[in-house]
């Protein structure tokens, strides 16, 4: 099929290699010149296992191809979907602009039967704004449809979950388009979900803040295990071994961040409150996880006691490991909390340390070359993301080169009583 996608970042590229390695026939579409200029010279402005490869190869079966023009993706696909960002706004709610930019702008090239998917993450009843912008600005008054379409992919490990998905949820009122879609998805071989359009919008806004409130409540668990002497370890693996509830997302750390959960979380608080249904336990979700991040900067305090001139060193800058993002990562804040007391930070991400650089997250930061060279005279490691390079290192070189062996490790990474045995005063979450 012949398949238009409209923002080409971590979701739009993602999907649209999945889609011509499925042998679909993909244009994707950015308004960012150098984005595009950059996919077109065959660089890939993300880091994403195994993405590369994929792009470059279907570049090559001419099945996947760059442009900044929106026309040329509209007249020549069957099907446009739509992948910008959903940023929030300062209240929580969803800043829909660039959703109704696209919109207008698919609108006003628009001269056939498409249908126009939304694949962004939107409060429910956006669909309908949709259609509604694209009838306004559609002078043609060329029929189309629109369908929710919500992506449920993990940064990390993003081709391999849109590749085989759990489901994929359609929300659709019409035969048509609903027909359509499911043939797109039919490479996949995956359960297909067909719902109506504000079903489809909700389950993706349900999903993340039930996955965020399972954080948090490991987390506040973890607590109570710091105040007991219990082992969140322990726990969560007993309780995860129960099916009902599952072992993922009960991993106690410094909490969640990145670019979609705290967003999600804040607007599907908003929207509740705009439906006049208050998501309070959503409130308490968001409290523990700030706090968690709180909690974990007081221990270094603790430890530390003054942080002014202490040479700490960093280990993880990104929101989650396998990944170059470092849209409101826990790390990042941690970072310029300790760089705000005075501490001398150096930090080291295997992917990460580029877009920190060029967004200018983390001013005041020296970046190291390795982990190891990150720790050198370091009087504290602070272990913020959980890189699986990071647990291959030995205590014993690590011990070698820190001035003082003190580990604050914000994601449960290593062994504590290894790193007891090696001399550590080692810290932290939810664990003696
Ligand atoms: P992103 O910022 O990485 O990519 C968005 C792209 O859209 C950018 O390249 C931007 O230049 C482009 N763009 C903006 N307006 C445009 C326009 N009018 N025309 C053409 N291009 C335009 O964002 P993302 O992380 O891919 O997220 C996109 C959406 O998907 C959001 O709603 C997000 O919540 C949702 N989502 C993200 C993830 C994730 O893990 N990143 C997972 C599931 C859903």
Redesign the pocket.
């Known amino acids: 099929m012949k398949l238009c996608i409209?923002?080409?970042?971590?979701?739009?590229l993602v999907t649209g290699a999945c889609f011509a390695e499925v042998g679909h026939q993909v244009i994707c579409?950015?308004?960012?010149q150098r984005?595009v200029d950059m996919l077109i010279a065959g660089e890939i402005p993300?880091y994403e296992p195994l993405l590369e490869g994929m792009v470059h190869k279907n570049v090559g079966a001419k099945r996947l191809s760059f442009t900044n023009s929106?026309e040329k993706g509209v007249d020549e696909s069957e099907v446009i979907f739509i992948?910008?960002?959903?940023p929030p706004q300062p209240d929580g709610s969803v800043d829909l602009s660039?959703i109704e930019?696209?919109a207008r702008?698919i609108a006003v090239v628009l001269k056939d039967y498409r249908v126009i998917v939304d694949?962004?993450?939107?409060p429910v009843k956006t669909g309908e704004k949709v259609a509604a912008t694209i009838r306004r600005y559609n002078r043609a008054g060329a029929a189309f449809d629109v369908v929710s379409n919500?992506?449920?992919?993990?940064?990390g490990c993003?081709v391999g979950d849109l590749m085989n998905p759990d489901r994929i949820v359609i929300g659709s009122s019409n035969e048509q388009a609903t027909a359509l879609m499911k043939k797109i998805y039919e490479p996949f071989m995956a359960p297909i979900l067909v719902t109506d359009i504000s079903s489809a919008e909700l389950i993706?806004h349900a999903a993340n803040s039930f996955l965020a409130l399972k954080i948090s409540y490991i987390n506040m668990v973890s607590r109570i295990c710091e105040a007991s002497g219990a082992d969140i370890e322990n726990v969560a693996d007993g309780i995860g071994a129960d099916k009902r509830i599952g072992r993922n997302f009960l991993n106690a750390g410094i909490g969640y961040g990145?670019?979609?959960f705290p967003?999600?979380i804040a607007a599907f608080i908003a929207i509740s409150e705009h439906l006049g249904e208050p998501f309070e336990l959503l409130k308490e979700v968001q409290r523990i996880n700030r706090t968690q991040c709180d909690r974990f900067i007081a221990k270094i305090r603790e430890a530390l006691w003054v942080l002014k001139d202490k040479k700490i060193a960093i280990w993880g800058l990104t929101f989650k490991p396998d990944t170059d993002?470092v849209r409101s990562s826990v790390a990042i804040d941690i970072v310029n909390q300790l760089v705000a007391e005075g501490a001398i930070v150096r930090a080291y991400d295997p992917k990460g340390m580029e877009k920190s650089q060029q967004m200018g997250l983390v001013p005041g930061v020296g970046f190291a070359s390795s982990p190891l060279d990150a720790v050198q005279d370091a009087e504290a490691l602070v272990i913020a993301t959980e890189w699986k390079e990071f647990s291959n290192i030995g205590f014993q070189e690590l011990k070698a080169l820190m001035h003082t062996p003190l580990i604050f490790d914000g994601r449960n990474l290593l062994d504590p009583l290894v790193a007891r045995q090696f001399g550590f005063t080692y810290y932290s979450i939810g664990r003696a």
Do not use: H, M, W
């Open positions: 409209i923002g080409s970042g971590y979701v739009g579409v950015d308004n960012d984005k993300i929106v992948a910008v960002p959903t660039y930019q696209a702008e694949k962004s993450t939107v919500p992506e449920f992919l993990r940064e993003a993706k990145g670019s979609c967003k999600d993002d």
